[in-house]
């Protein structure tokens, strides 16, 4: 059992309280100037709850990009933890699935809510449910916990150390080469690609434009809708 998770270098977690909200916690500690790098988590069992900060040096519209990093991480986290024939995919937005069912997810805030204005600070933590959140089997069929999909080996600071580590390579190849690389690999992970959705709206999800919005069609006509709109505003 891991009882404090090593992060790589650039990286450092605090645990917070048990009953406080890491990413709540992270968000105030960012609006108070604290490191980039920082993650704030939960030393709770039944569920993996972290928040990252981040200081980003470009506009709005391209750093919150690195949600897909972040999600791409907790992929490959769950990829080198989980028993191989376990398949992860994303939900656009920001739902990440186990089996097909939705396994928790990411969250994400920024100082501002203009594309084009650059953030002091940008949060994005996750919450992975390790054990059901209901007593009552069945309630929610679509949603899942990695007990119920064959994980009950992994533990959450093993997960949190792993997810640091891979989002940390990513945050890499995103700052090197842009959104393509990332694209690239969150692309084949999404199972929704080319399919009738009814959230956040309806239409066919076409696919990701090079800005990282989405492409929603509607008949004839084809909108996009970005991250952005589904940032916890402070």
Request: net charge negative; aromatic share 8%; proline share 9%.
């Amino acid at each position: 059992m891991i009882e404090s998770p090593h992060f790589p270098p650039l990286l450092s977690g605090e645990a917070v309280p048990k009953h406080t909200d890491p990413f709540d916690k992270a968000v105030s500690r960012a609006i108070a100037g604290v490191d980039s790098g920082t993650i704030l988590y939960s030393e709770a069992g039944d569920i993996l709850r972290a928040a990252l900060v981040l200081a980003p040096e470009t506009p709005l519209e391209e750093a919150i990009q690195a949600v897909y990093v972040a999600q791409i991480g907790l992929a490959e986290s769950l990829g080198a933890l989980a028993p191989p024939e376990v398949p992860v995919h994303f939900q656009w937005p920001n739902r990440i699935k186990v089996n097909g069912a939705v396994c928790g997810g990411v969250r994400f805030a920024a100082d501002v809510s203009d594309p084009e204005a650059q953030p002091s600070w940008l949060v994005i933590g996750i919450d992975v449910p390790f054990i059901p959140v209901s007593d009552e089997p069945g309630k929610n069929p679509n949603e899942t916990c990695l007990l119920d999909e064959g994980c009950g080996e992994i533990e959450p600071m093993a997960l949190l150390e792993s997810w640091s580590k891979h989002t940390l390579l990513w945050l890499t190849y995103f700052m090197d080469s842009g959104f393509e690389r990332v694209h690239n690999e969150w692309r084949p992970r999404c199972d929704t690609l080319g399919k009738m959705i009814e959230q956040p709206r309806p239409g066919i999800f076409v696919g990701l434009d090079e800005k990282g919005r989405m492409l929603l069609r509607q008949g004839a006509m084809t909108e996009t809708v970005s991250l952005i709109e589904f940032a916890e505003h402070t």
